[in-house]
Antibody
């Protein structure tokens, strides 16, 4: 059974750095076909893709947020970590991690999401 | 940026057919995937690779993709189909791209 679960702070202050962890089970991050993305959704707004890490550790980032994002993984812990620097109230959103098999790159499994609020 | 255009809202009478579009120049050359999202829940894949249904998704859900428009079709719409629907493609230069989402209302 494949699951992904996000964890991290529910509240961060402006200018702080957000660190989110995605813990996966039911598949291995070393599986050559599997990658993991981070996606966010501000309240009442559309989904926005943030970053992706491939099985070979290659990374891809949103063009508009590239300078603020870092994605990494620890295969032994089955975890994918996203850091986002210089948080702003507009970054308030539900943050999801999701599994994306290689090939056609659709999301077959999503985490439940974690709401992060940016406020002083 | 590789933007995908969706109508903000679509309404359909109970039991009728709803069509939700996703537009972009030459989208027919890409694989398009569709997600359903109900309030307070994570999205769920309903169509992948233009027209394929994951296991557990009713046959009432179908998809097509040609030219500049991909379409998600929901036949015999039910009250439980009321949700937001979002299209997605993967581009080698921009990775995952989502449409703005369409709110489906079943009347």
């Amino acid at each position: 059974q494949v699951t992904l679960k996000e964890s991290g702070p529910v509240l961060v202050k402006p200018t702080e750095t957000l660190t989110l962890t995605c813990t996966v089970s039911g598949f291995s991050l070393s599986n050559p076909r599997m990658g993991v993305s981070w996606i966010r959704q501000p309240p009442g707004k559309a989904l926005e893709w943030l970053a992706h890490i491939f099985s070979n550790d290659e990374k891809s980032y949103s063009t508009s947020l590239r300078s603020r994002l870092t994605i990494s993984k620890d295969t032994s812990k089955s975890q994918v970590v996203l850091t986002m620097t210089n948080m702003d109230p507009v970054d308030t959103a539900t943050y999801y991690c999701a599994r994306i098999p290689g090939g056609d790159f659709f999301i077959d499994y999503w985490g439940q999401g974690t709401l992060v609020t940016v406020s002083s | 940026s590789y933007e995908l255009t969706q109508p903000l809202s679509v309404s359909v009478a109970l039991g009728q057919t709803a069509r939700i579009t996703c537009g972009r120049n030459n989208i027919g050359s890409k694989s398009v995937h569709w997600y359903q999202q109900k309030p307070g829940q994570a999205p769920v894949l309903v169509i992948y690779r233009d027209s394929n249904r994951p296991s557990g998704i009713p046959e009432r859900f179908s998809g097509s993709n040609s030219g500049n428009t991909a379409t998600l079709t929901i036949s015999r719409a039910q009250a439980g189909d009321e949700a937001d629907y979002c299209c997605q493609v993967w581009d080698s230069s921009t990775a995952a791209v989502f449409g703005g989402g369409t709110k489906l209302t079943v009347l």
